[in-house]
């Protein structure tokens, strides 16, 4: 597994020691996995929230787009993860981006309250 494989699952796993491990051998606070989410993606996406406040704090894009123009705050939104959102919108990313199907996130927050 390659160092920016490992952060990736790392971001996923909400495992900030192997992140930080990853990271320090050289794995890309940025870097894409091959359909183009990034780790700040992933740890929006788990819910990771001290995982999002490192990597934001470290570097990371608060707006990077992802598949079909997703961005971190999309993927936390549509999990349901209100702090993730809250960390992501305080540390600058856009309350209105729009996926490339023009969905919001809080469209995106919206249908996950109503399931």
């Known amino acids: 597994m390659s160092v920016d494989d490992a952060l990736m699952v790392a971001c996923r796993l ?15 606070i940025d870097t894409p996995d091959s359909l183009g989410s990034q780790p700040l993606h992933h ?4 819910g990771s929230l001290r995982l999002v406040h490192w990597l934001v704090s470290s570097g990371a894009a608060v707006d990077a787009l992802g598949d079909e123009s997703w961005q971190p705050l ?7 993860h209100l702090e993730v ?3 992501l919108l305080q540390s600058g990313a856009e ?3 729009c996926t490339s199907d023009g969905e919001q996130p809080l469209h995106l927050y919206a249908a996950v309250l109503e399931q």
Not at 43 to 46: D, F, G, H, I, K
């Open 95 to 97: 309350v209105g981006c």
């Open 74 to 80: 999309h993927d936390a939104a549509a999990s349901g």
């Open 43 to 46: 740890a929006a996406r788990s």
């Open 14 to 28: 909400d495992d900030l020691e192997a992140a930080k491990e990853a990271v320090a051998c050289g794995a890309g």
């Open 85 to 87: 959102c809250d960390c």
